[in-house]
């Protein structure tokens, strides 16, 4: 992870809130994506197993027809499900940057999972599309990339689900403490059960043939599909606002905001209209309810991509401005020493003194008047023999006259003393 | 055929219930525990990243006893007196200051089940703990707001993770 951490270059406001902006897209992008994939992956080894008995029978069919539904082609799963995860892997680290956090390192040890998942999945489609005459292998190929996903996924998801909660990050210490908590079981099982959700709005949406639905043969395979994706899609929606309202209940307080709530509740609308369109399926069989389901349901995930970008955003608050401010100093330095190329080095200490004077002191004292401490025209010229105890009053402020407020201690490095020492006797000689 | 035509209306009441649930607990944050806005606008950020007060210049008890302490009035006015007098968060508190009385601020940090626990500011100081790894970047905050749960578990973690005692009665006396 080291060379990751030197290969990134400082952030600057515009390049963060950009980065944020892309990480809310491919999010959008890959959730829905990767629901499907794994939905599609379990239903259809359930049907493998379901249809054992009878080759060629119904379960067999759906089986196969599910193992298609995603596509874990190479450049789907590449387009997809990888490059989202390392893309956002990379502007997690933009985000963090030199907050010495390592936590979101376990986003890495996901990716080979997810990989390792796709790999057995596609052997899974393919021996499932050539009928294949070892069923045991295809079943156990599509047992593993599930647990491989499962597995890449979770760590994917706690990483996720930890960057919100900066409280914890300084105890994490491996996969086991990054994975156990309530806050990320939760957002664990949203995501499962959104997976499924769209999986059976995916099935009514891609795997149908709408014509056999609507024209009453009882026993059809397209009825079969159609119970199927709708009774699938109907169970995970109701599920889903639960585990949602579980996730909200275990946010940290310091990631939450007002619109986390107005969110939700869209989004639970959103699920509403899912339910609505299921229920349409079921009764009219028309393709259209099909299609407003599925769009729900991506909308759903949008939300749940949205609400994590703003509580990420609430809980980074301070982290941004801390980045904002070491952007602005980079910036002024870059200027300062554009300017030094040209200035003589005993003028250029002295215009760093005058602007830390400027900066720090002259909101308290001024040459020759009292503001809130007293003028410096009297009390500086009494260390003019001892320059030493000047720099260690700066250093370290004591109550020397009862008359003023004591001076606060600035917390100045030794350089920045010394230029204000500097600054302070020239000033005082020019006057006199 | 009753119950077929009730269907569609229970999946709305349902779904309803916890659209409801989530503006309620919207709500309920926004009334509890939303970060409390404080009489008068004080900036941390101004105080510590742009002059460089150290926190111990006004949170003087910080090292020597249970709480940090609120600095009082005069504590303020001592600079105020001077700068920036003419803006109206200034002149608010040099109302407090002609009128002699306490400014009533908003507690930010404060521990949920406090009776039953024993906290002390200066132990923590002494074990050279950062202010920020309770408080956060305060620093850097114009209103105040609480980023860490102050919840036993969180204590317990750090607790240990430094090999601080972990026994209740260090706690709970």
């Known amino acids: 992870m080291e060379f990751l951490e030197q290969n990134i270059i400082p952030p600057t406001p515009e390049h963060l809130g950009l980065l944020k902006f892309l990480r809310v897209l491919i999010l959008f992008i890959h959730f829905p994506y990767m629901g499907i994939v794994l939905g599609s992956a379990v239903c259809s080894v359930v049907f493998v197993f379901l249809g054992s008995g009878a080759p060629g029978g119904t379960y067999s069919r759906a089986a196969k027809d599910l193992s298609l539904l995603a596509g874990y082609g190479r450049s789907a799963a590449f387009f997809l499900g990888i490059v989202p995860m390392v893309t956002s892997i990379l502007i997690s680290r933009q985000l963090l940057y030199q907050s010495g956090v390592t936590v979101l390192h376990y986003q890495l040890y996901a990716l080979p999972f997810v990989l390792a998942g796709f790999v057995c999945l596609s052997f899974y489609r393919v021996k499932g599309s050539c009928n294949s005459e070892d069923p045991g292998l295809r079943t156990s190929l599509g047992i593993l990339g599930i647990i491989f996903l499962l597995a890449g996924y979770l760590l994917f998801l706690a990483s996720l689900s930890r960057f919100i909660d900066p409280e914890k990050w300084p105890f994490i210490d491996n996969p086991a403490e990054l994975v156990l908590s309530w806050h990320v079981i939760a957002r664990y099982k949203l995501f499962l059960a959104s997976a499924f959700g769209i999986t059976g709005s995916g099935v009514l949406l891609f795997l149908l043939d709408w014509r056999e639905v609507s024209n009453e043969p009882v026993d059809s ?27 909200l209940a275990t946010s940290p307080d310091a990631s939450l905001s007002y619109e986390i709530f107005i969110l939700s509740s869209a989004a639970f609308f959103l699920l509403l209209v899912a339910g609505l369109a299921v229920y ?33 955003e609430t809980a980074m608050t301070e982290h941004s401005i801390i980045l904002k401010a070491m952007a602005e100093e980079r910036a002024e330095a870059h200027e300062l020493e554009h300017e030094g190329e040209e200035a003589v080095v005993g003028e250029k200490v002295e215009v760093k003194g005058a602007a830390l004077f400027e900066d720090l002191c002259s909101m308290c004292h001024s040459f020759t008047e009292e503001v809130v401490g007293p003028p410096l025209g009297d009390v500086v010229p009494k260390y003019l023999s001892d320059i030493e105890g000047l720099k260690a009053f700066l250093k370290q402020p004591t109550k020397k006259d009862p008359d003023y407020p004591e001076m606060p201690e600035l917390g100045l490095e030794e350089e920045e003393i010394e230029a204000i020492v500097d600054y302070l006797l020239h000033e005082i000689k020019e006057k006199r | 055929m009753l119950v077929k035509k009730l269907i569609p ?16 607990m919207g709500y309920n944050w926004k009334l509890y525990k939303q970060t409390p806005e404080q ?71 404060r521990l949920r089940e406090r009776k ?6 200066k132990r923590h100081i002494k074990a050279q703990v950062e ?33 601080a005692p972990t026994d209740c009665l260090i706690c709970h006396k």
């Open chain 1, 221 to 247: 395979h397209s009825r079969f599909m159609m119970f199927f994706g709708a009774g699938l899609t109907l169970f995970f929606v109701m599920l889903l606002p639960l585990f949602w309202l579980w996730y």
């Open chain 1, 280 to 312: 349409g399926v079921i009764k009219s069989r028309r393709q259209p309810y099909g299609v407003l389901a599925f769009i729900a349901l991506v909308m759903v995930f949008l939300t749940s991509v949205m609400v994590d970008h703003y509580t990420l």
């Open chain 2, 9 to 24: 209306f229970a999946i709305t009441l349902y779904f309803g219930i916890f659209i409801a649930v989530a503006l309620a």
């Open chain 2, 39 to 109: 009489p008068i606008a004080f900036s941390h950020r101004i105080h510590v990243s742009q002059i460089g007060l150290q926190c111990d210049f006004c949170h003087r008890y910080a090292d020597k006893s249970v709480t940090a302490g609120v600095p009082s009035v005069q504590k303020c006015m001592s600079c105020h007196e001077a700068i920036a007098t003419e803006r109206p968060e200034i002149k608010k508190l040099h109302r407090y200051w002609q009128d002699q009385e306490p400014i009533p601020w908003n507690r930010v940090h």
């Open chain 2, 116 to 121: 039953y626990v024993y906290f002390t500011h």
């Open chain 2, 131 to 163: 202010c920020t790894t309770c408080h956060g970047e305060v620093g850097v905050m114009d209103r105040v707001r609480k980023v860490r749960s102050l919840e036993m578990g969180w204590c317990v973690t750090c607790h240990r993770s430094k090999s």
